[in-house]
């Protein structure tokens, strides 16, 4: 059994988190920490765990905690990892960050975007970014695994085929991406309040998103990208637009790039909906020629809180402990 940690467990992502690994057939949860639930069973924090498990939160109190765990993972918000992911490297538990501390490699590029200054930058250079399409080899053999984000998640696995064959005029990418309210967490803000997202779409960050740099730098391309918050709980739709060098087998591209991603349909005769990735770990994705405009539109949806955060998380997981990485992720999804 693999022996797991889960630090920030009442955060939409822990919550994802700890339902995913309950079911999972070769893992035990050790401990699940939260600051604003401590003492309190994770039942009663969310009542949909109730008789699947009598799991108590903790305080983060490293001393305290048991370090018979086999790996670790980190649902904090961004800045709150960095100080504790070598603590437990040094005690030779693997980790994964669902945050952002270490998903950029170069720590200017870091902390231009994040408005922090990295405290163990000579880490992000170690950390394997967690898209397994792209960093299986390196996910395999990683001690620390940099989760990636859930806009990066849907825009590059729209965009990595066609940058490995080179078709893509690089001056020209747009990424138009939607989210559902879950993509902010479940701290309050008055931008995810009901009353001021119900019934309406609205642009943000626009130019300005801090997943910008995460994509830039494993597509290899710059991006013109703007994230769009949308009236429903979950779910990314990115549409991508991009002018092509040259003419080729598009199709064919991306049947080869993912003939071994378990998690990516590529849709021929359907367009994907985030009505049909909801509540499991698939990426669909298809692509529409505009010629008219000489351009290809690639449209990818996921569901944010499990392909785009913890279901990639254990994706990851059971890649770095040698299971088949569809392990506890298989039976998931709107239609089980």
Partial sequence: MIKVGIIGGTGYTGEILIGLLLKHAQVEITWVTSESYANKPIKEVYPHLNGKTDLVCKKLELAKLSMNIDVVFIALPHGLAMDLVPHFLKQGIKVIDLGADYRIKKQATYEKWYGLKH?????????????????????????LIANPGCYATATELALLPL?????????????????GVSGAGRSLSLTSHYTECNEGVSAYKVANHRHTPEIEQEVGLPITFVPHLMPMTRGILATVYVKLKRKGEVAKYYKEFYENAPFVRILEKTLPSTKYVYGSNYCDLAFVRDDKNERLIIISAIDNLIKGASGQAVQNMNIMFGLDETAGLDAIGMYP
């Avoid at 000579?122 to 053999?141: D, R, S």
């Avoid at 940058?163 to 991406?177: C, E, F, G, R, T």
């Fill in 119 to 143: 405290k163990n930058a000579h880490l992000l250079e170690k950390a394997v970014y967690g898209l397994p399409e792209l960093h299986h080899a390196k996910i395999q053999e990683a001690k």
């Fill in 163 to 179: 940058v490995k064959n080179h078709l893509i005029d690089k001056h020209d990418v747009i990424v138009d991406a939607k989210s």
